[in-house]
């Protein structure tokens, strides 16, 4: 059965839902109704500009968890997750769990009726800021059988930004046992950081290895950049482009949106 998200007319446009510091995450200021209202704004923005897939995201929560997050995170982008399907049925909905929850991120998903999530290190192993980050493949893909949620896409990055791999090995590599060993429905390869451009020469690589998989750009795409990449990817995830003045820490400028999605259409 094709997915909404990943099998769309066109290519497929995820716009990020970055959710300010929650409750108990050392940077928190707001209380939970303010964040809630935040995170609505930001969807309310993206769908007027013309982006129908939403992933929410527990970016203000620094420094992250390598692994599994406390339960009150899990609470927290619950009610949000459940809040944006409530308000937004028409949007496809997505969860990223910062660093590398991804059960918790699929059992929200399961919970709220979310069709995607995205897993930083699906498999292998990278050195970040967290330490070393280990892939959860082997936990995630269980999960998702017991859940009866196989409805529920597997976003997986590949030389995730803001890390280093133990040992180089070829993209193609990487790629390969993502997709045939780790079970991804999608790959994403983005820039060394957020809002960093990917390598060109790294988007073919990849492009190629990943075949009939479906791969997305995950950070660095721009209203300036999209005709140059339209053509070698599968999709986008766009965050720190659709906010005001380019500022990843800023509102979604629903302008922005509007312009980035114009040119996206005719290129």
């Not at 399907?85 to 991804?102: C, I, K, Q, Y």
């Not at 800021?129 to 196989?150: N, P, W, Y």
């Not at 790959?187 to 990943?210: K, Q």
């Not at 950070?219 to 990817?233: D, F, H, K, P, R």
Request: proline content about 6%; some cysteine.
């Amino acid at each position: 059965m094709p997915h909404p998200v990943l099998n769309a007319a066109g290519p497929t446009l995820i716009g990020m839902l970055h959710v300010p510091p929650l409750p108990g995450s050392p940077h928190a200021t707001k209380s939970f109704s303010a964040i809630r209202d935040h995170v609505v704004q930001d969807a309310e923005s993206l769908l007027e500009g013309g982006v129908s897939n939403l992933m929410i995201e527990n970016f203000g929560d620094t420094p992250f968890f390598p692994g599994e997050v406390p339960a009150h995170t899990v609470a927290h982008l619950t009610a949000i997750a459940t809040e944006i399907s409530s308000r937004f049925p028409e949007a496809e909905l997505g969860l990223n769990v910062l660093r590398n929850d991804g059960c918790s991120a699929l059992a929200i998903a399961a919970a709220t009726g979310a069709s995607f999530i995205r897993v930083n290190v699906l498999c292998g192993a990278r050195v970040t800021d967290q330490g070393i980050v280990q892939g959860i493949a082997h936990d995630l893909l269980r999960l998702r059988k017991t859940l009866s949620a196989e409805n529920v896409a597997i976003l997986a990055d590949v030389d995730v930004k803001h890390s280093a791999p133990l040992a180089r090995r070829p993209i193609a590599d990487e790629i390969e046992d993502v997709i045939k060993r780790g079970h991804a429905d999608a790959i994403i390869v983005s820039g060394n950081a957020t809002g960093a451009a990917i390598d060109p020469a790294v988007l073919r690589e990849a492009a190629s290895a990943a075949g009939s998989t479906p791969i997305l750009i995950g950070s660095g795409a721009t209203a300036s950049a999209i005709e140059s990449l339209a053509g070698q990817a599968s999709g986008f995830i766009v965050g720190t482009a659709f906010k005001r003045n380019g500022n990843v820490h800023e509102p979604v400028d629903r302008e922005r949106v509007l312009e980035f999605v114009t040119v996206l259409r005719s290129a």
